[in-house]
């Protein structure tokens, strides 16, 4: 899912290309995206792009005469910019087509699971109902970011991922946060430190103003279309397996649901394995508790004990 770096990417793509540009028409594939009836997307059809704004991880057009339309982008929602003026949407993966008399913008999803979506909104008032209220991480000082996490007692990676904590951090960023700040998924906000909500701040502040310079550049003045969440330069977020960037000791990852949580155990967590909720149940005694046991055993050993399990 795209989060608070490729969002603003994004945003600042999107008005380069098509800011104070006129919507000239709209092609719709799937009637799935547009969540909303009232008021009709052909209203947004001869309007001018008055300028675009980010709520969480949502992207904003705001359309002259007070109308907006808030994209979700979900998952696999991505967009495509197209010379051609006037495209229609035909591939299974397209969604809808934007016209411009300069060009289309393609808005497509990957995959059986179509998650994104459009909401067509009226006013200020209409636009609020769709922010999920957590605190911009860019602008905030140490002691808003402080009271926004201890206002309640969460593990650290879902504190970091909650969208009405904080505004823009997804599964990815968390990864890459924690990581850069030291400190374990699983601890709870009740539990820091003041030193280690400064050091959570400040990596928190680092790390994404540095991923979105690092977007910028790779876009540089053309269109991102690598927007993904799993990047070689990251230093946990998909590295399973692979060496820490600080240390060498092999990532780890807990798998729950449709998400993972990646962290080196040797800078995070002294050292400890976490418990997997699903695969520290089947392996039980095979399951590696410290970074010694996991390194002595191999790092294959608990792959291999799952692949023998799941064959039984």
Known sequence: MPELPDVVVYIEALERKIGGSVIEGIKLRSPFLVRTVEPALL????REIAGFRRLGKRIVWELKGELFLVFHLMIAGRFHW???????????????AFN?????????????RKRASLHVVEGEAGLALHDPGGLEVMECDL??????????????????????LLSGIGNAYSDEILHAAQLSPVKWTSRLSEAEIE??????QTTL?????RLRLEAGDSFPEKVTAFRPEMAAHGRYGQ??????????????????????????TGGKI???????????????????????????????????????
């Open 82 to 96: 197209k010379k051609a003026a006037g495209a229609k949407p035909t591939r299974k993966i397209d969604l809808a």
């Open 143 to 164: 002691a808003a970011f402080r009271e926004v996490l201890q206002r309640e007692n969460h593990t650290l990676k879902r504190a970091l991922a909650d969208p009405g």
């Open 43 to 46: 209203e947004a059809e001869g």
């Open 100 to 112: 411009f008399a300069s060009g289309t913008l393609m808005l497509t999803e990957a995959g059986s």
């Open 274 to 312: 976490l418990a997997d909720r699903q695969l520290s149940r089947l392996l039980k005694a095979d399951w590696p508790r410290t970074v010694e046991e996991l390194e002595a055993a191999g790092v294959s050993r608990a792959s291999s004990a799952v692949h023998k399990h799941r064959c039984r």
């Open 243 to 268: 060496p820490c960037s600080v240390c060498q000791t092999a990532i780890q990852r807990i798998e729950y649901a449709d998400r993972e949580t990646d962290y080196c155990p040797r800078c995070q």
């Open 199 to 204: 050091r959570l701040y400040a990596a928190t």
């Open 209 to 213: 103003l540095s991923w979105i310079e």
